[in-house]
């Protein structure tokens, strides 16, 4: 969940299971009802991230399944755009950290190097170099070193399509509805190269059933503009991701520093500020115009600084909730993990114990890699709200 603006909290650089042996054929129907579905959701909504690439390589049949077995109510396919047009489900729009591309030599020469705005320099292999039928040639590897690798080499990459026939025929298995959040990776630098995927994203949403904003789908972006633009175009609920480049370790303060300082498109249109800009009023009453959700990092809710004793406290921003909530926007996090580095020592080890904090703040959904550890500790907060 990273933009070319966003590389760090969501990790920018950080089959044997068969499509085939999907039985699609019942998924007309469940199509058909997603339109006129009430919403069958508890809240806070428990957001597969990449599906359960806690467990699986990302982005994979066997993730986003295990998401959905786990207990995920919405499961994340990120959208990047192949040569020839296909849309396809990869965290980022190069290939090296999830996939085996260093294992094909027949592809070494399409390696690169792309200048963004702003100063960021990517050398790598981009989706956007390789047409749909040789990225089916490659396959998937989980991107963190200390999780568990034994299913490296077994998955292939995903269509989009591929995705969602994958969820709807999960969801259908379970007996209960399953969103998708499908997030716009790098949309200006698609649209630079002549492989915009908004229009094609809506199309690819309607075919399957998902046509307005009572269908189980959100969109996300970390720019601005494609989703003022998508405000024109369809119903389907919108989503504005925040990010930033860490805290200070003294305070708690959100840092801001390129690339990860604000939206992409304010970079190259010359516009001052930053994500922070997002989450006051002013801000916020701008987001609430065209989308219906605001997802910071969870750093902008939940940071920490170091107390007089020499020990983590914690810096709590409701406010940033309850001004959200008060233009009518929900608010979704993210990312939610139970392994070291990304839970905080403050912690020690209990990863519910950070859902608890956030859950008690009012966050409406949390993006998260351990769909079970986020099921489990909604429980304990509603049993706790009820009393």
């Known amino acids: 969940m990273t933009h070319a603006s966003s590389i760090g909290r969501r990790g920018f650089f950080t089959g044997a299971a068969s499509l085939a042996a999907l039985s699609l054929s019942p998924l007309a129907a469940a199509r058909m009802s997603h339109a006129a579905a009430a919403d069958p959701f508890k809240s806070p909504l428990i957001i597969g991230h990449r599906g359960a690439p806690g467990y699986m390589p990302e982005h994979t049949q066997g993730s986003y399944e295990e998401a959905i077995r786990l207990g995920a109510d919405f499961v994340e396919p990120d959208v990047v755009a192949t ?11 190069v290939l090296t950290d999830s996939t085996d591309i260093l294992a094909h030599p027949e592809f070494a020469s399409r390696k690169r190097t792309v200048k963004f705005a702003g100063g960021l320099e990517i050398t790598d292999f981009f989706v956007a170099d390789f047409t749909l039928a040789e990225l089916k040639t490659l396959r998937c590897k989980q991107v963190m070193p200390g999780r568990d690798h034994s299913r ?19 969801a259908q298995k379970a007996g209960r509805t399953v969103g998708i959040y499908p997030e716009i990776k790098f949309p200006s630098f698609h649209r630079s190269l002549g492989l915009p995927i908004e229009d094609h994203l809506l199309d690819v949403l309607k075919k399957a059933g998902y046509t307005g904003a009572s269908s189980p789908v959100f969109i996300q972006s970390f720019e601005q503009g494609n989703l003022q633009y998508l ?15 860490g805290t200070d370790p003294d305070t708690g303060a959100m840092q801001y520093e390129s690339p990860s300082d604000r939206p992409y498109d304010w970079t190259l249109a010359g516009k001052a500020g930053t994500y922070g800009d997002l ?3 002013e801000g916020l009453d701008e987001v609430a115009k065209y989308a219906a959700v605001v997802a910071p990092w969870k750093r902008h809710l939940l940071a920490f600084k170091k107390g007089a004793d020499g020990k983590a406290q914690p810096v709590v921003r409701k406010e940033i909730v309850d001004n959200a909530h008060a233009r009518g926007l929900k608010v979704h996090i ?38 079970d550890t986020g099921v489990a500790a909604r429980e304990k907060f509603l049993k706790e709200r009820a009393g």
């Open 83 to 93: 040569k020839d047009g296909h849309l396809v489900t990869r965290h980022d729009p």
């Open 152 to 170: 490296d080499g077994q998955y292939p990459i995903l269509t989009l399509e591929e995705m969602i026939d994958i969820v709807q025929a999960g």
């Open 231 to 245: 405000k024109t175009r369809t119903g389907i609920r919108l989503m504005q991701l925040v990010d930033g480049s």
């Open 334 to 371: 993210w990312t939610m993990r139970n392994d070291a580095p990304y839970l905080d020592p403050y912690y020690n080890g209990d990863a519910v114990a950070e859902y608890l904090d956030v859950f008690r703040m009012g966050v409406d959904g949390v993006f998260t890699d351990f769909a």
């Open 279 to 281: 989450l006051t009023p």
